[in-house]
């Protein structure tokens, strides 16, 4: 089978770009209804996460402290910088180093069992805070407290699910993989102390692997039949 009506036109090598001209020009929907006897729908794509809030300086030190095989992980990290982050000395190299400037970043985990493992003892924190993330649904529920119907499409799995079941106006198209992608937000305060370095200001350092967003899986998962029956009067990609 197929996600896909005949009619709606087909992804397969094709650039994302080519991929959002193709559906620019096929859903002229706007244009088509009168003004008259319109429903508020609309349909929003692709980016949508969870958002794992924890304090900096716990995370490291538990990282640090986890008995694992990893014979990398230092006991006092030089702070430096690096571009992409592939194990656990890199990551904590590369949060020192900013750390200690106080200065935010954003870094993409290449490894996923350095990922598991961060997720891991992400949740495990006592002081942490779980959200909505991701512009596209973040867009959402904004819409849907101003009355519209929204028809989400993107990487939603339970937990971003359930973050949103407060909104029965937001109806979710899930992606093939029905998984969260999850940043998580490294948060610290201001003359915090971590490893022997107080930052001089408050800051967060976010870190993600966000493989369906990254291969704009929201795009299987909105544009499907349902998205045509939903018949939504404005699109918004994010």
């Not at 429903?39 to 980016?47: C, E, R, S, T």
Request: glycine residues 6%.
């Amino acid at each position: 089978g197929t996600l896909y009506n005949e009619k709606i036109p087909r992804f397969d090598n094709l650039t994302q770009l080519q991929i959002l001209d193709s559906l620019k020009s096929y859903y002229n929907i706007a244009s088509e209804r009168k003004a008259t006897n319109q429903k508020n729908n609309v349909a929003i794509g692709y980016n949508t996460n969870v958002d794992l809030i924890v304090n900096a300086c716990d995370l490291v030190t538990g990282l640090l402290n986890e008995q694992t095989q990893d014979t990398q992980i230092l006991a006092a990290p030089e702070p430096r910088n690096h571009e992409h982050l592939d194990s656990a000395s890199a990551l904590l190299e590369s949060f020192m180093h900013f750390f200690a400037q106080g200065s935010a970043a954003e870094r993409h985990i290449d490894s996923q069992d350095v990922w598991d493992r961060i997720l891991a003892l992400g949740y495990k924190q006592k002081e942490k805070s779980i959200y909505t993330g991701g512009n596209a649904a973040l867009i959402g529920v904004k819409f849907a407290m101003l009355g519209w119907n929204v028809l989400l499409g993107g990487a939603i799995g339970p937990q971003l699910t359930d973050l949103l079941s407060p909104h029965p106006k937001i109806e979710l198209s899930k992606s093939k993989n029905n998984e969260d992608e999850v940043h998580v937000i490294m948060e610290y305060r201001k003359n915090e102390q971590c490893l022997g370095v107080t930052t001089p200001r408050a800051n967060r350092f976010i870190i993600s692997r966000d493989v369906g967003n990254s291969r704009f899986y929201g795009i299987e998962a909105l544009h499907t039949d349902r998205f045509l029956e939903f018949k939504p009067n404005l699109v918004v990609i994010s």
